[in-house]
């Protein structure tokens, strides 16, 4: 039996495209892409999930930041064929108007953003880190949100609505 | 990003006769593994990489952390830089390489960074980045735009008229302290072999990475095919107490001006073991054996420390911007070691 799959038959022999199938916020999308595309591209370019920012392209920013199998990376770095079944969460799947996960609602209430376009990545992150080793000090946010960069500076209020939903209020210890 | 043809490889036997086409397995490689892909995605965007044939291999069963007969403590390739800073048995037992390892990047980042591909990540030096300047890295001949241009962050141990490039990793510098040793299986049996293992053997971190010299595209002793399968750590002496210590621009999320992680235990107010290692500074990351053997038998003080620091950095060869690097290096290691022996 052979021991290394084409991730990807080709689609057909003058085509490189391989066939995959990403699992994205709990639906299934059988696609045949370039092997190149990053889960980044995937997800905005194919599946039009533009919720997923496109910053720095090079895993320095965090605004590409998604779940993949219940963690947080950076989909720019991720090749979407390498995740062909991973479970991926963007921020399309994390809430919805109307019902809007407590990070999302705790972000509205302290004013967490300013041109907002980093958000959607520092709400992956922080709800990420809701579930990981993190101290319980503000420090120890800013920690562990550094893989997230604001350019307009909304850091004080990012920690505060991460705290609020951590210990059920606002700027703690 | 150039095209490639990607695969998955089901076994490892299979990773290491498709990874054997290759004509090399430094810089320029025909064939790649990916794991993370956190350097070298990044990499093949830039065009500083363009392999035809990337295999991925994530699905082997190489995550492992474990506990060995033997005492070690075993480290699979593929195990992620987060899940081996938290495991119990390396944030018990080997405290710098966890702190290393969260010293490193990001969360984010570390949750997709593996062991070997950390082990494996290539410098941050921007002229090795940028295929507009000259690179003896990238280009064998082409000259080096590093030496004269903004070295600020660049080497000052091991370099060449060829290469001044950094050695990145934080976790491979507390590796080193730790004596650790990487396994390999390959076609190309070399280092010693793993008794009853056919084509697996072991390289002592410290002879793993190559000084850059004429050839700074060569930067450790793998060959066309080989796979790091794992990490081995020897067990620790008891009482001992370590710490790795990153000097950088910013608090959080930034490569090391200099680093270093150390390793002592005491005895009778004296110190009995020392393992001491540096990174940031070196084109690969640097240990000094006989740094460590002047620490043995002094009772831990300022002027005990100061001679070994001394050491570390004799031969140390500072560029034009990164002189301070030199007395920066001699600090965070009397730091560090005051930190272990108070």
Redesign the interface.
């Known amino acids: 039996m052979?021991?290394?799959?084409?991730?990807?038959p080709p689609v057909d022999s003058d085509d490189?495209r391989?066939s995959i199938t990403l699992r994205v916020n709990g639906t299934e999308h059988k696609l045949a892409i370039?092997?190149?595309t990053?889960l980044l591209d995937c997800l905005r370019e194919v599946l039009h999930l533009t919720g997923t920012k496109k910053g720095c392209?090079?895993?320095q920013c965090?605004a590409c930041?998604v779940h993949i199998g219940g963690?947080?990376?950076?989909s720019c770095?991720?090749?979407a064929?390498?995740h062909d079944g991973d479970e991926i969460v963007t921020i399309e799947g994390l809430g919805a108007p109307g019902h809007l996960h407590p990070m999302q609602a705790a972000f509205l209430e302290h004013d967490a953003y300013q041109c907002g376009y980093c958000t959607s990545g520092q709400i992956m992150?922080a709800v990420?880190?809701l579930h990981?080793?993190v101290g319980p000090g503000d420090d120890d946010v800013?920690?562990?949100?550094?893989?997230?960069i604001c350019r307009c500076g909304a850091y004080p209020n990012i920690v505060k609505a991460i705290q609020q939903v951590r210990h059920g209020k606002s700027g703690a210890a | 990003?150039q095209?490639?043809?990607?695969?998955?490889?089901?076994?490892s036997?299979?990773?290491i006769s498709?990874g054997a086409q290759s004509d090399t397995a430094q810089q320029g490689a025909r064939v790649r593994f990916?794991a993370?892909?956190?350097t070298l995605?990044?990499l093949m965007?830039l065009g500083v990489e363009h392999p035809e044939r990337?295999?991925?291999i994530?699905r082997l069963p190489l995550a492992d952390i474990r506990k060995e007969a033997n005492g070690d403590l075993f480290i699979g390739a593929t195990a992620?830089n987060?899940d081996v800073a938290?495991h119990p048995l390396v944030a018990g037992g080997y405290a710098a390489l966890s702190q290393a390892l969260l010293a490193g990047?990001?969360?984010?980042?570390r949750?997709?960074a593996t062991t070997a591909g950390n082990l494996l990540q290539r410098t941050r030096c921007m002229y090795f980045r940028d295929l507009a300047s000259p690179c003896n890295k990238r280009k064998p001949g082409a000259g080096c735009a590093a030496i004269g241009g903004a070295n600020r962050m660049l080497a000052i141990l091991g370099t060449s008229e060829s290469c001044i490039a950094t050695n990145p990793s934080d976790m491979a510098v507390a590796m080193m302290a730790y004596d650790a040793v990487v396994h390999v299986q390959g076609i190309s049996a070399q280092g010693i072999s793993v008794q009853g293992t056919s084509g697996a053997w072991q390289i002592p971190l410290k002879d793993f990475y190559v000084l850059p010299q004429d050839r700074p595209d060569i930067e450790n002793v793998l060959k066309p095919g080989d796979l790091v399968t794992h990490v081995a750590l020897p067990p620790r002496p008891a009482g001992e107490r370590a710490f790795y210590l990153k000097l950088r621009d910013r608090?959080?999320?930034e490569f090391a001006l200099v680093s270093a992680a150390v390793a002592v235990t005491l005895a009778q107010g004296k110190i009995a073991s020392a393992r001491l290692a540096l990174g940031g500074v070196g084109t690969r990351p640097w240990r000094v054996p006989e740094a460590e053997q002047v620490l043995v038998g002094q009772a831990p003080s300022e002027a005990a420390f100061r001679s070994a620091a001394e050491i570390c950095l004799r031969g140390a060869q500072p560029q034009s911007q990164n002189g301070f690097k030199v007395e920066l290096a001699k600090r965070c290691i009397i730091h560090a070691l005051k930190h272990v022996t108070n």
């Open positions: 052979t021991s290394l799959d084409t991730v990807a490189s391989v370039d092997p190149r990053t392209d090079h895993g965090g930041t963690r947080r990376m950076n770095l991720a090749l064929a390498a992150s990420a880190l990981e080793p800013r920690e562990f949100m550094s893989g997230n | 990003m095209s490639f043809n990607l695969v998955r490889a089901n076994d036997a299979s990773a498709a990916l993370g892909g956190t995605v990044d965007k990337v295999i991925d994530t992620r987060n938290h990047a990001s969360a984010q980042l949750n997709a608090a959080s999320y």
